[in-house]
């Protein structure tokens, strides 16, 4: 579904968050990932454990540490460019009609 279908933005979030991501080719989409986090969070399931019985995972991305760096870096700089830049995504908003 979506982006998640390409190897290679599963490896930008992974790098990104600098967390391992699984990829469930044949998902049921979000209602499924909805159930299963109302269970941990009700205590239906102690954990998220759950998903290794309901879904196969068929490809396991693990993070690169130099890109998570990298990315890191690039937000932080963002960071301090957002306050300046703040009002000119509001005109960009204006202009290309996403207000």
Known sequence: ???AQSSLWRQIISDILNA???YIKESRGAPVGNAIN????VGI???YHI???WLKVTDEIKPNPELHKFYNKIY???RKL???LKKHYKEL???TGYT
Do not use: S
């Open 93 to 95: 908003a204006k202009v």
């Open 76 to 78: 932080q700089i963002y």
């Open 20 to 22: 391992e991501c699984a």
């Open 51 to 53: 998903i290794k019985d």
């Open 1 to 3: 579904e979506g982006g």
């Open 38 to 41: 109302a269970g941990v969070g």
């Open 82 to 84: 957002y306050p300046a």
């Open 45 to 47: 399931f102690k954990d």
